[in-house]
């Protein structure tokens, strides 16, 4: 099947036959599980390399098209530069953080925080297999508070959807995991600067920057957060909280430049905004 998989990630560089990745995913590579406990390594954003479950459908299409959330790395790779922190929460296996590191390089800084004790394994492997020094992985979810809270794991074909809420795409399993304000890690290590931030974590969005606004308030880091309808069922409130304290909100285009905030679309399966300090702009 890694076979098969490459000839589809050949034939999916033309455009005429990209278009019809998800038809195939739905009705035929998922059903049939054709790549099911499949796993391959290969490039990733021209010099790295990444460790990918071929079943997974956010890895999947990093395998086919070389990138998923493009917007986002884009933006993250046009904007930050050597020396640069970057905090990735809600990291999955590393896409963002992967790129970030790259930009940022070894008098910069990374920190990934990945929950879920498989797909924090996946990231560990992923920084190790880059030799990446300038990035670390914390098994933390950043929240509201510190303590700890049940994880609705989901399953092995969309790893990245676990939540600290109920929804269609768990597997059945949770886990305990350990919660931590961003407040209080950056305190408690020292860190002094941030420079981006990327936010995606199932719908706990808001309390994950209610545990930041010292943060958000002294150190005026740029903002990636992913509100979507069904999962972020706060999203008028992280946009009201994020005006409160002096951010505004854009969308990002294709090639991952700001445009003026427009409201997000249920045509779109997710949508990530921007968000910049007003003195920023």
Not at 33 to 52: A, D, H, M, Q, S
Not at 62 to 74: E, H, L, P
Not at 231 to 241: F, K, N, Q, V
Not at 253 to 276: D, M, P, T, V
């Amino acid at each position: 099947m890694i076979l098969l998989a490459r000839f589809f990630k050949f034939i999916f560089r033309f455009p005429f036959f990209r278009k019809y990745y998800f038809g195939l995913y739905t009705k035929v590579f998922r059903p049939r599980g054709w790549f099911r406990g499949k796993v391959t390594t290969c490039n990733y954003r021209n010099e790295l390399k990444i460790r990918l479950e071929l079943d997974d459908w956010i890895q999947q299409q990093v395998f086919f098209f070389g990138v998923f959330d493009a917007r986002g790395i884009r933006f993250l790779e046009g904007v930050l530069r050597p020396g640069d922190v970057f905090l990735d929460i809600g990291a999955n296996i590393g896409c963002y953080s992967l790129a970030a590191a790259a930009k940022v390089g070894l008098e910069g800084k990374v920190i990934a925080f990945e929950p879920v004790a498989h797909v924090f394994k996946n990231l560990q492997f992923n920084f190790e297999l880059n030799r990446l020094n300038q990035a670390k992985a914390e098994k933390l979810a950043i929240y509201d508070r510190e303590g700890s809270v049940t994880m609705h794991v989901a399953g092995r074909e969309n790893l990245g959807m676990s939540s600290m809420l109920r929804h269609d795409a768990e597997n059945g399993h949770t886990e305990e995991v350990i919660t931590s304000t961003l407040d209080g890690y950056l305190a408690e290590n020292g860190i002094e600067g941030v420079d981006l931030i990327k936010l995606d974590i199932e719908g706990a969005e808001l309390a994950a920057l209610k545990g930041m606004c010292n943060t958000l308030t002294n150190l005026r880091p740029v903002l990636i957060i992913e509100i979507i309808d069904t999962m972020t069922p706060d999203g008028e409130a992280i946009l009201e909280l994020l005006r409160e304290l002096n951010y505004k909100a854009f969308t990002l285009n294709e090639e991952g430049i700001k445009e003026n905030f427009r409201a997000y679309s249920s045509r779109e399966a997710y949508y990530n905004y921007l968000f910049l300090p007003a003195e920023k702009l």
